[in-house]
Structure formats: structure tokens, C-alpha cells
Nanobody, 125 residues
Framework: QVLLVESGGGLVQAGGSLRLSCTAS????????MAWFRQTPGKDHEFVSR????????TYADSVKGRFTISRVNAQNTVWLQMNSLKPEDTAVYYC??????????????????WGQGTQVTVSS
């Protein structure tokens, strides 16, 4: 079992920055990749970014490419999501996710079997 805990959400003005963190505990040796998704009321989870547990191979949704950066330092069980140039449309609950069996469809919610509780990000205009 893997436990994920997110932190770093909050309220920021448009154009500002936030950094989210996700710390994994438990059977972290089984993790192959981690990702961030976000969700707004009435909508399904939207893929934001993903990174292999080794710290390689970051991928991003087109909507955040060039503004968000996902990273992980080796030997640390934490993944960060640096969010710059935030826009009101980035407002959502952000969820950290992990998988112990990464498939090619890493942008799909179903590819991940562990989830955090979510952290609210609100961007005011």
C-alpha cells in the first residue's frame, strides 16, 4: 500500500506561482510513476503532468506546458509541481497519483491506483 499526501495549495493572483508537493510513504519501492491531475466541480479528473519514479520522462498537458514543471529528486519520496504564470482556469482541486504498474496511457486516471486527498488551488483574476 502507498499513501500520498499533498500540500502547497492556496489562493494566488493570476500570473503568480505556487508549488505543490506530494510525499509518498509505505511501499514506495513499488512505485513506477507519479502524476498530477486536477478536477473542477462537475467535471472528471484532468491530466496535468506525470513523471517516472526515477525522475525521468516528464510529460505535460498542452494546457500547462511551458508554465508547470514536475520534478523529483532521487532518494526523496516527494514529487513537486511548480506552477508559474497561473491563470484563473487553473483553479481546481489538484490530486497526486501513483502507479505500481505504469502503462502507456499515463494520461488516464485509470492508470493510477493510489491517490492523495487533493489540495485546492484558486487563482483569482
Amino acid at each position: 500500500q502507498v499513501l500520498l499526501v499533498e500540500s502547497g495549495g492556496g489562493l494566488v493572483q493570476a500570473g503568480g506561482s505556487l508549488r505543490l508537493s506530494c510525499t509518498a510513504s509505505g511501499r514506495t519501492s513499488s512505485i513506477t510513476a507519479m502524476a498530477w491531475f486536477r478536477q473542477t466541480p462537475g467535471k472528471d479528473h484532468e491530466f496535468v503532468s506525470r513523471i517516472r519514479w526515477t525522475g525521468s520522462g516528464p510529460t505535460y498537458a498542452d494546457s500547462v506546458k511551458g508554465r508547470f514543471t514536475i520534478s523529483r529528486v532521487n532518494a526523496q519520496n516527494t514529487v513537486w509541481l511548480q506552477m508559474n504564470s497561473l491563470k484563473p482556469e487553473d483553479t481546481a482541486v489538484y490530486y497526486c497519483a501513483a502507479t505500481d504498474n505504469e502503462s502507456g496511457r499515463s494520461y488516464l486516471k485509470g492508470a493510477y491506483n493510489y491517490w492523495g486527498q487533493g489540495t485546492q488551488v484558486t487563482v483569482s483574476s
